[in-house]
């Protein structure tokens, strides 16, 4: 009965031992689920929704170029009038904050977006500037192992990181992680006095030429019960855009 039951344990175990993984594992193959792009185009749709479930909607194209020393990205906004014109550029870079501009066709002139400032609203939504940024491993610290918890009926990796830069609005954030496909579910944003202040989450995952692509993202505030959608339609990737497609003269070229 003892060997029995000694063998059980042993067992036990073994299966937890096969289930540990490290945090910064989990983040690393969720990272890689996402890459070999190249680059890509879309049509896009932003919803952005107050406390009383009033919606204004707006439509942009979103092109992107993967790079190894961070990828770069550049928005447009084709409508409504108030915002038409309205441009975004993001350079992401591993090992600092990235570098952005904000077109702003009334004053025709390009605003940079400093460090101190990426906490700040995107054009009203519940998108931080920090959240447009392309998710990178080396931008977080990441401790212990990953936790198997059922999210919605479903298991899913707990995984914990800390954002590296000083000016980030968040102290930490906590994701849920499909174990088999290691794509993101759902993320939830800690502000700096370490209370919930946002959750992302994600859906209608595609894969386009064998890459996985989101297709929806929401973005919930919990402290003003707002919520802003993110849609993608139409999305091309390996189309063949080149460094020079993402210049900061394109900001204020007139061509949307």
Known sequence: ?????????VLGMLS????????LDVAKKSEAAMSGFKDSSSEMTMTLINASAQKRERKMKMIVLENDSGDKSLMTFLSPADVKGTK???????????????????LKRVKRIASK???????????SYEDLSSFSIDKFIFKGDAKLVTLDGKKMYEVQRKPKSKYSGYTKQVSWVDPKTFLIKKVDYYDR????????????YKKISGVWRVGKMTMINHQNDKKTLLVWKNEKIKTGLKPRDFHKRVLKNNRL
Do not use: R
């Open 1 to 9: 009965m003892f060997f029995m039951v000694k063998k059980l344990i």
């Open 16 to 23: 937890i031992n096969v289930l540990a993984i490290s945090n």
């Open 88 to 106: 975004f550029l993001n350079y992401e870079h591993v090992n600092k904050d990235d570098d952005q501009w904000l077109y702003l066709p009334a």
């Open 117 to 127: 400032s990426k906490s700040g609203s995107f054009m009203g939504s519940e998108f």
């Open 193 to 204: 006095k370490h209370e919930l202040l946002k959750t992302a989450l994600f859906e209608n």
